[in-house]
């Protein structure tokens, strides 16, 4: 079965990428910048993994301790209050739990309990369990310095002319919607064709060095009996 070539009018931003700007003026940059879209994307990723990973079970302990001490001293403060306020009661500890309430008391965590808690820590999870605050630090700082070129040549490739303005809104890059555009097309035939269903070999040189370029070959179908084209204009 042979495909009805389609209109170039009809194919997302075919005639801007093909023919306006041509094919010569953008791939070898749009291939450039999918490279570097990747090697961000790594890199944004690992800083994101940095700053989510647990710090060292020592900052751990530092860090609980600071609200904790508070916590203990207020704690040891009001009972010792209420000790001397019930100490005519006929048993002051029992006076106390009540005004404490039961559940208070249960759920206190005593200094001994903490430090059991924080040794069962580091023998579940290990001594080296963690990354500390210094090599968090540099390790952000130093993808952080590998992100900021990749970012600026990402913003020197990406040029405005590839964001039109469409109904005061500006579009995602239209190089993308074209190649994706053009995939899907390979996709459903059993041999090359360009955009508009033809005949790769049977279209301009721009468009077939385009076409090898961003490795369309890539997505032939081998299973259809679907095939493109045979030149531009083709109506069965």
């Known amino acids: 079965m042979i495909a009805i070539a389609k209109r170039t009018c009809d194919v997302h931003w075919y005639f801007e990428l093909a023919k306006n700007i041509g094919y010569k003026n953008w791939v070898q940059n749009y291939l450039i910048l999918v490279?570097?879209?990747?090697?961000?994307?790594?890199?944004?990723?690992?800083?994101?993994?940095?700053?989510?990973?647990?710090?060292t079970i020592s900052e751990l302990r530092e860090k609980f301790e600071k609200t904790y001490w508070g916590y203990h001293d207020r704690y040891v403060g009001r009972v010792a209050d209420l000790i001397v306020r019930t100490q005519n009661a006929p048993d002051p500890f029992a006076r106390v739990e009540r005004l404490l309430g039961r559940h208070y008391l249960e759920?206190?965590?005593?200094?001994?309990?903490?430090?059991?808690?924080?040794?069962?820590?580091?023998?579940?999870?290990?001594?080296?369990?963690?990354i500390s605050k210094e090599e968090r630090e540099k390790t952000l700082s130093d993808l952080e310095a590998q992100m900021e070129p990749l970012k600026a040549r990402i913003a020197e490739l990406s040029p405005a002319q590839f964001f039109p303005i469409v109904r005061g809104s500006?579009?995602?890059?239209?190089?993308?919607?074209?190649?994706?555009?053009?995939?899907?097309?390979?996709?459903?035939?059993?041999?090359?064709?360009?955009?508009?269903?033809?005949?790769?070999?049977?279209?301009?040189?721009?468009?077939?060095?385009?076409?090898?370029?961003l490795n369309i070959s890539r997505f032939i179908n081998h299973t259809t009996a679907?095939?493109?084209?045979?030149?531009?204009?083709?109506?069965?």
């Open 107 to 130: 759920n206190y965590i005593s200094p001994s309990v903490m430090s059991d808690s924080f040794e069962k820590i580091e023998k579940d999870l290990g001594a080296g369990y963690g």
């Open 35 to 55: 490279d570097l879209k990747k090697e961000y994307s790594d890199l944004k990723r690992r800083h994101s993994e940095c700053r989510q990973a647990s710090m």
């Open 226 to 236: 679907q095939s493109p084209a045979p030149e531009p204009g083709y109506r069965r």
């Open 170 to 213: 500006a579009v995602a890059d239209i190089r993308e919607d074209f190649v994706r555009e053009w995939r899907s097309t390979q996709s459903a035939f059993n041999s090359g064709c360009n955009p508009c269903f033809v005949q790769i070999n049977n279209c301009h040189p721009d468009e077939q060095w385009a076409y090898r370029e």
